[in-house]
């Protein structure tokens, strides 16, 4: 017996590739050359514009001389682009309270580390108060920093960070509720989620800096950053609540008859048996509410909070940098991006660490 013959070459690796997915046939022939001219005339001049040809270090517009992209009016910005008004001699204040989150959240995402359970309780009860002190100030010897100062990037993440945090355990609660055979319980439940789905986000936070404050005694000072908060959080969780729900009905019922089986009163049955398998299922669709959270932060500019978008808008309407604003969009789309495919592949991960889909393997 002759020994089997290696397959021909230009049948496996990325030759192979490409004739099998690329040029297969005419049709995918024309398609393929077409994508890579499109790609070319698109690609390569964008790359020269913001990358061969841009001026990147500089004090003035005078720098940019050489026809490209700007990103001198970035570079002279950059400070006030990531920490708004924030007085510079307090900066390291934010910067310490963010690294203090990165190790947090670090020590959560590396599997090998221990105590998570104890770090989790951290950074939900103790960081929180820790960051307020950080940031505001007026105790522990530290200046005080009201909210109007703060802006920038870490206005975004502070925006974003809370409502993300809030709005995923009131979601769950709500999705609950609207499931819930108690008839007041889940009329509530229904009338709020439905109430704050069918209203423009836009809507929500002119409510919470006009309206709010006539609720409460008038000795309560309201900041219009906890206000924007709170209408951030009023909104997203009637979204998140609608994911979770999802989540739920895709349970099996015979899963709730095991639970119930086994003498598990409601809340232990949820919280042991139905919501891990449920949140689980609904990683994707709470992650694509977290994105588009993030995103929506930049809607606060609209009631005086100086975000990441509106900082940089601000800096666009200085004389000195006229003319500028691809560059400041573009870095503004480029942040946004960053952490937003980040998010989305941390999804994936957890994905792919707790086995979501259903598929035989």
Request: charged share 15%.
């Amino acid at each position: 017996m002759l020994p089997d013959l290696p397959p021909p070459a230009n049948s496996t690796g990325v030759i192979g590739w490409m004739r099998a997915n690329l040029f297969s046939n005419i049709t995918n022939t024309i398609m393929t050359l077409l994508a890579i001219y499109i790609l070319y005339i698109l690609v390569v001049p964008s790359v020269n514009w913001a990358l061969l040809t841009a001026d990147w270090i500089g004090d003035s517009r005078d720098a940019c001389t050489s026809g490209g992209a700007c990103w001198v009016f970035i570079y002279n910005r950059f400070d006030q682009f990531m920490y708004g008004f924030y007085p510079e001699a307090e900066r390291w204040r934010i910067d310490l309270t963010f690294f203090l989150l990165v190790i947090q959240v670090a020590w959560l995402v590396i599997p090998k580390l221990p105590r998570k359970g104890l770090v989790s309780a951290f950074v939900l009860f103790v960081y929180p108060i820790i960051a307020y002190y950080l940031l505001y100030g007026g105790s522990f010897g530290l200046n005080l920093v009201e909210t109007h100062k703060w802006g920038g990037l870490s206005l975004t993440l502070i925006l974003a960070i809370v409502g993300i945090v809030a709005a995923l355990p009131f979601g769950v609660l709500l999705a609950l509720g609207r499931r819930s055979e108690m008839p007041i319980v889940k009329s509530f439940c229904v009338v709020y989620i439905e109430f704050w789905r069918g209203i423009p986000l836009i809507t929500v936070l002119f409510m919470a800096s006009v309206m709010l404050p006539l609720f409460v005694p008038e000795e309560v000072d309201f900041d219009k950053l906890l206000r924007a908060m709170i209408g951030i959080v009023l909104f997203q969780s009637a979204y998140m609540a609608e994911v979770v729900r999802g989540g739920l009905q895709a349970i099996p019922k015979g899963q709730y008859e095991a639970a119930q089986a086994l003498g598990l009163n409601y809340w232990k049955m949820m919280g042991l048996v139905v919501l891990p398998q449920a949140l689980k299922m609904m990683i994707p669709g709470i992650v694509n509410t977290f994105i588009a959270l993030f995103k929506d932060t930049s809607l606060v500019l609209i009631i005086g909070l100086f975000d990441l978008l509106a900082i940089v808008q601000a800096g666009l309407s200085d004389p000195d940098w006229l003319g500028y604003s691809v560059e400041g969009y573009a870095f503004v789309a480029l942040m946004f991006w960053m952490f937003c495919f980040s998010m989305s592949k941390y999804s994936q991960h957890l994905e792919k660490h707790f086995h979501t889909g259903h598929g035989s393997r």
